[in-house]
T-cell receptor, first 112, second 117 residues
Framework: GDSVTQMEGPVTLSEEAFLTINCTYT??????LFWYVQYPGEGLQLLLK?????DKGSNKGFEATYRKETTSFHLEKGSVQVSDSAVYFC???????????FGAGTQVVVTP | GAVVSQHPSRVICKSGTSVKIECRSL??????MFWYRQFPKQSLMLMAT?????????EQGVEKDKFLINHASLTLSTLTVTSAHPEDSSFYIC?????????????FGPGTRLTVL
């Protein structure tokens, strides 16, 4: 079945450092790929998405490119802030019905 | 943006009791709601899909008689954990999708932490 694997956390960074969170997937067909972020005490928020190969999703300085050849959707940000401290979830949905398959989540801690 | 609430945010109950968790879409009508379960340091696992006015569709391995889902209105879905046991302790998250069917217009609640003693 479909699955998502993302790097384990926590990832601890200093402010202004470069962030990469690896995400790979297995799926039949052509899934849509997502990154969600969960701040402490809040629900999951959509961070960015890509619906087809070579699409790049971007939002709030974060980027991820849909790489079909490597089945990856790595999340990157060039200069993190303390406010980026959160748990990040990579996810896919294989169709339009909205059934998400989530990765385990990666906690990111950014220190001043 | 759209908001989804869950109530309660945290509940502790004795083994054998039933617990009801509410999921509400506060400013939009949710034709479809999803219920997820998350174990510590693990993925969110989809439990069931709830469509307003019809029976929920459960994922393989989820006991429908244990996890009762009711989607009685376009803004409310409830998950009742019946005869709860310690192994049911988990973090339960709902999400709500509005009309139009776009998968990215799906909003997640903050989750409910259930602890069964």
């Amino acid at each position: 079945g479909d699955s998502v694997t993302q790097m384990e956390g926590p990832v601890t960074l200093s402010e202004e450092a470069f962030l990469t969170i690896n995400c790979t997937y297995t799926a039949t067909g052509y899934p849509s790929l997502f990154w969600y972020v969960q701040y402490p005490g809040e629900g999951l928020q959509l961070l960015l998405k890509a619906t087809k190969a070579d699409d790049k999703g971007s939002n709030k300085g974060f980027e991820a490119t849909y790489r079909k050849e490597t089945t990856s959707f790595h999340l990157e940000k060039g200069s993190v802030q303390v406010s980026d401290s959160a748990v990040y979830f990579c996810a896919l949905t294989p169709d339009s019905w909205g059934k998400f398959q989530f990765g385990a989540g990666t906690q990111v801690v950014v220190t001043p | 943006g759209a908001v989804v609430s869950q109530h309660p945010s945290r509940v502790i109950c004795k083994s054998g009791t039933s617990v009801k968790i509410e999921c509400r879409s506060l400013d939009f009508q949710a034709t479809t709601m999803f219920w997820y379960r998350q174990f510590p340091k693990q993925s969110l696992m989809l439990m069931a899909t709830s469509n307003e006015g019809s029976k929920a569709t459960y994922e393989q391995g989820v006991e429908k008689d244990k996890f009762l889902i009711n989607h009685a209105s376009l803004t409310l879905s409830t998950l009742t954990v019946t005869s709860a046991h310690p192994e049911d302790s988990s973090f339960y998250i709902c999400s709500a999708r509005g009309g139009g069917g776009r998968t990215d217009t799906q909003y997640f609640g903050p989750g409910t932490r259930l602890t069964v003693l």
